[in-house]
């Protein structure tokens, strides 16, 4: 999250914003811990501010809530539309626009390079929360049977005792790989859940680098410094006087793809090299 702020921070300082001298930043961070966020919401608006940027969905619901005036900016949402933070990409509507990383919809494109990663990969193990993901599940459910992958959900809480079972589980149904879901849940796991894919030998995808950074094996999605930097120009214009309403959503345009060849030694694979030539960074 640090790289992120500063990448935005910088930004702003571009745009002629410098923290400190003519504009002050509040932050609040739940840590992690989604119930925080409306209590976090409503202290922001009791303070006044001009302006709110969030992450993405919880943060942003709870931002929506607390308040119909205050703009917000969004800078990495799953799926702005579907989950209601707007009405829709061209006219946003309200109080809400930003940016999308549109993660539901890359999911298909990490199972291909599942595919190209695993040679004769049949099944594909995706771990997933009880409630939330069938966003996602719509995507990816016709995605695997195109790709001719049979994908093995395995529903699991995302502590150590859940983990640990559900890649038992995912090793008893001979899974070859396995995806996480964007749950934040997860997200807050990673470490774990990087630790146990070494430990049960499964070559995995991950949809935020920051698994690739404790040390996962790939990473695909979009390039979310990118997608900060671009929140500053549109907290510039609200600043400025445009209104969120006349601010379109946008999504990601530039997207990243990692590959740690430290992770795949670990696992014993051999990552294809024509693989490797598509990646934007090899982790050595």
Do not use: C
């Not at 999605?221 to 601010?247: F, N, S």
């Amino acid at each position: 999250m640090a790289g992120l702020l500063e990448a935005f921070r910088q930004e702003l300082s571009k745009l002629g914003w410098i923290e400190g001298k003519n504009i002050a930043i509040e932050y609040r961070f739940a840590e992690q811990k989604s119930e925080r966020l409306p209590e976090l919401a409503a202290d922001l608006v009791r303070l006044k501010v001009d302006l709110i940027v969030v992450s993405a969905g919880p943060s942003v619901l709870a931002a929506k809530k607390a308040t119909t005036t205050i703009p917000i900016v969004m800078a990495n949402a799953g799926d702005p539309v579907g989950e209601g933070l707007v009405a829709s990409l061209a006219r946003p509507g309200g109080n809400v626009t930003g940016f999308s990383n549109l993660s539901y919809e890359l999911n298909t494109k990490r199972l291909e390079i599942l595919k190209d990663a695993v040679p004769k990969l049949a099944q594909v193990g995706l771990l997933r929360p009880a409630r939330g993901s069938g966003r996602e599940l719509k995507d990816l459910r016709p995605a695997a049977h195109a790709l001719k992958l049979k994908l093995e959900e395995i529903e699991t809480q995302a502590d150590a005792k859940g983990l640990e079972s559900a890649f038992k589980t995912a090793k008893q149904k001979q899974v070859g790989a396995i995806m996480t879901t964007t749950a934040t849940s997860f997200f807050a796991e990673r470490k774990r859940i990087v630790e146990l894919a070494v430990k049960y030998r499964l070559p995995a995808i991950y949809p935020q680098k920051e698994y690739v950074d404790e040390g996962g094996l790939m990473f695909y999605g979009a390039d979310y410094d990118d997608l900060y930097r671009k929140a500053a120009h549109y907290v510039d214009r609200i600043l400025k006087g445009t209104k969120p309403a006349d601010l379109p959503v946008q999504q990601a345009t530039k997207f990243a793809f990692i590959i740690s060849l430290k992770a795949a030694k670990q696992i014993g694979i051999t990552v294809p090299y024509e693989l490797l030539a598509r990646a934007n960074q090899v982790i050595q």
